[in-house]
């Protein structure tokens, strides 16, 4: 197969997963630094649950599953961890229970848990290509604020730089990212780069700012070392690299240790 | 005038705390708050500093008023330098640094430091700002008698630079003051002793 036809067969999965894992790791790595990790695991299953009442309801899988996923994601910031524990659990069991009763309704949760990223075209790869634009974006225009709310918010609000505002969009940042993303590349995808990329920066780096850059490299380094390892021994690309991408934040987290 | 609140009264959850009437803070003042557990001193610091809602009154401020929360209240794992830390509040970092005798430390994981480092670095970011007023919740908790020094070295340039302070003391420092506002039994009053 040459470049240009593995480029046409692949390259609008491969962008949309190198850009999904972007623009998660930047929300993950802030979840991680405000003590929110758990947050990162419950949000996406939190978005699961909204994506079985939808089709319980009639409407497609991706209907609800972002607004629930805002939603999750935007109480997950204030919510203490037991809460955000009870919706982990809750949302692994609900999903299949709602859908229980359908075949085809089973059939897109699986999907959603998994994902069908290589099928993708070019038009669902730009949803999340816009999303890690507006994240870099976004972490680069807020560095001040949101490393302050993240950090010590009491301290920010006394300085007047609005950490329940920051922490609020922070929430909708991380849902809109987890619900946009969750279609293209599944739970399995989302889960892993919202929480692998940002734990290895973060033992890595001394800042937290120097994390936020750390963590996309991170999580681009997994996904670029996927899709030929995928490729080449026939596995789907989205849980290899999810595996590439622990094993590297893993590496990475060992090695800042000794710094 | 700094800071001067009328009829404030301050809380948490609704649940009035400390009734302050009508007070200020000028310049040139140097204030220690006094009162035992749970009388409402970190709360009444913590709303004049603006992250605390006051239940009740008006309070106005002019100039920039910084403050050093208690460094219990920060989690010890923070993914922070001690110089990211003082560079959130802007101003010279490097020269705030100096000042509590963390020069060669900007670099330092918070996680790795000592208590007094800790407590030294929110002193800096309190003073980074070259703020009108700053407000001390236990500032001299965890530190050494180096740190001790440097803590009244900075309250007595704070003061002799037009500024002012009001500080929650863990012990007596040899700094001069010129007022001590006593919280007890939910009121406060000047303590003339």
């Known amino acids: ?259 | 005038m700094i800071w001067s609140g009328t009829g404030f009264v301050v809380g948490h959850g609704g649940r009035p705390i400390l009734r302050l009437g009508d007070r200020h803070l000028d310049a040139g003042q140097g204030i220690v708050l006094q009162g035992g557990n749970g009388s409402g001193k970190s709360t009444l610091l913590a709303t004049i500093a603006g992250s605390l809602p006051a239940l009740a009154g008006r309070q106005q401020r002019q100039g920039t008023i910084t403050w050093m929360p208690q460094v219990g209240g920060l989690s010890p794992h923070l993914p922070t330098t001690l110089g990211e830390l003082v560079a959130l509040a802007g101003g010279d970092t490097a020269q705030a640094l100096a000042r509590v005798g963390l020069g060669s430390r900007a670099h330092q994981r918070w996680s790795a430091s000592s208590g007094g480092e800790r407590q030294r670095a929110l002193l800096a970011r309190a003073l980074a700002p070259r703020p009108q007023g700053i407000l001390l919740d236990e500032p001299d908790s965890h530190l050494d008698a180096e740190g001790r020094d440097l803590l009244v070295r900075a309250l007595e340039d704070q003061r002799s630079g037009g500024g002012s302070w009001l500080a929650v003391l863990h012990q007596e420092l040899p700094v001069a003051v010129t007022g001590r506002w006593l919280c007890r039994d939910g009121e406060v009053t000047d303590d003339h002793r």
């Open chain 1, 1 to 259: 197969m040459t470049i240009a036809e593995w480029w046409a067969w692949f390259g609008p999965g491969w962008v949309a997963l190198a850009a999904a894992s972007v623009a998660l790791a930047l929300p993950g790595t802030l979840w991680w630094a405000a003590g929110r990790g758990l947050a990162a695991a419950a949000v996406p299953q939190a978005a699961l649950v909204g994506a079985a009442i939808g089709l319980l309801l009639g409407y497609s899988r991706d209907q609800l599953a972002l607004p629930a996923a805002v939603a999750a994601a935007v109480a997950g910031v204030v919510v203490p961890s037991a809460g955000v524990a009870a919706v982990l659990t809750v949302g692994l069991a609900l999903p299949v229970l709602l859908v229980s009763g359908s075949p085809h309704g089973m059939n897109e949760v699986t999907d959603l848990t998994l994902s069908r990223v290589l099928g993708l075209g070019w038009t669902g790869a730009w949803p999340s290509v816009g999303l890690a634009v507006i994240g870099m974006l976004l972490a680069w225009w807020g560095r001040r604020p949101l490393r302050a709310a993240v950090l010590d918010g009491a301290w920010a609000a006394s300085a007047g730089l609005h950490p329940a505002w920051w922490s609020r969009l922070l929430g909708l940042w991380g849902g809109v990212a987890i619900g946009a993303a969750l279609p293209a590349i599944g739970l399995i995808g989302v889960i892993g780069f919202l929480v692998l990329p940002g734990l290895g920066a973060l033992r890595w780096c001394r800042t937290l700012g120097a994390a936020l850059v750390l963590a996309p490299v991170i999580a681009l380094l997994g996904v670029t070392l996927a899709l030929p390892t995928a490729h080449a021994a026939d596995l789907p690309p989205v849980p290899v690299a999810v595996i590439l991408t622990a094993l590297a934040a893993g590496v990475i987290a060992l090695a800042g240790r000794r710094r």
